[in-house]
C-alpha cells in the first residue's frame, strides 16, 4: 500500500468506530491511540485533523488556549508568534541520540490559535500533574494488540456492510498485522483475534473483494513464497 492508502485506512476506520459505538465507549481511546501509533510505523503525514471533532470527543486530543501551557510565561513571546500548525518538540536529526521523528507529538502543538496534546504523551502527562486533566481524562490509554483493533474494526465493518475496509485490512498480512510475527500457520491459528478476523473475512467475501496489484499475493505468488503463515492467512476459502 501507498502511504496515502495507510492514511485513509485509519480515517475511514476511526470514522466507523466512532459511529458503531455509543460515546460513552471508553475503548474508542484506546483504540484510536492504536491506530495512530499503526499509521506512525510508515510514513504518513499529520492527518488527525480530518477527525480532529472525533478525536476531541472521544478524549484521545485536548485543546487548551495557548496561555494554559506550563512554559507559557517562559515561552511567550514564541508562542504567541505562532501563526501556522507547529509541533512542539524540537527534533535534531544531527544529534548523536537521535531516534526519528516517532515523538514529534509528545510535546504538544499549536494550530493557531489553539494548544492541542494527546493523551499518554509528555504534555498530557504535565497537564495531568498540574492538575488541567482530572478523573478519567487523567488515565492514560490502555494498550491493545494490533490485531485485535483490526478484528473489532471489521467486526463493526461487517455490521456495516463495508467488506472493502475488512478486505484492506486483512491485505496487510499477518507480518504487519500479528505482533512478533508467529513463525507457523498453527501459531496463528491459536490467536483469538486471527480466527475472529479469518471468520469475518470468509462469512463476508472480503476474501475474493478485488485490491489494486500488490495489496495481496495471488495463488501464484503464494507458491513462489512458499511461505506457510502467508499461505493460511491468505486461503481463506480453502
Wanted: proline content about 4%; hydrophobic content about 40%; overall charge negative.
Amino acid at each position: 500500500m501507498s502511504m496515502h492508502d495507510i492514511e485513509d485506512l485509519v480515517f475511514e476506520s476511526v470514522l466507523l468506530l466512532d459511529a458503531r459505538h455509543p460515546g460513552e465507549d471508553d475503548r474508542l481511546r484506546d483504540w484510536v491511540t492504536a491506530l495512530y501509533a499503526f499509521q506512525d510505523r510508515f510514513d504518513c503525514s499529520h492527518t488527525k485533523g480530518r477527525v480532529l471533532d472525533i478525536l476531541l470527543r472521544r478524549r484521545h486530543t485536548y485543546r487548551f488556549a495557548l496561555q494554559d501551557h506550563p512554559d507559557y510565561a517562559e515561552r511567550r513571546e514564541f508562542l504567541d508568534g505562532l501563526a501556522d500548525f507547529e509541533a512542539l518538540r524540537e527534533v535534531d536529526e544531527d544529534s548523536d541520540d537521535f531516534e526519528g521523528f516517532g515523538g514529534w507529538l509528545e510535546d504538544g502543538y499549536v494550530d493557531p490559535p489553539w494548544l492541542y496534546c494527546e493523551a499518554g504523551t509528555d504534555l498530557w502527562q504535565r497537564m495531568v500533574d498540574a492538575g488541567r486533566l482530572t478523573g478519567a481524562d487523567a488515565v492514560a490509554p490502555g494498550r491493545t494488540a494490533l490485531i485485535e483493533l483490526v478484528a473489532e474494526i471489521a467486526a463493526a465493518a461487517e455490521q456495516a456492510g463495508d467488506v472493502d475496509l475488512v478486505a484492506q485490512w486483512w491485505a496487510l498480512g499477518p507480518g504487519t498485522l500479528v505482533d512478533g510475527t508467529p513463525l507457523w500457520a498453527d501459531d496463528l491459528a491459536a490467536i483469538p483475534a486471527v480466527v475472529r478476523l479469518r471468520e469475518i473475512v470468509r462469512r463476508t467475501g472480503a476474501w475474493s473483494v478485488s485490491l489494486p496489484d500488490g495489496y495481496r499475493p495471488d495463488d501464484d505468488e503464494l507458491e513462489l513464497l512458499d511461505d506457510e503463515r502467508e499461505t493460511w492467512w491468505f486461503r481463506v476459502a480453502d
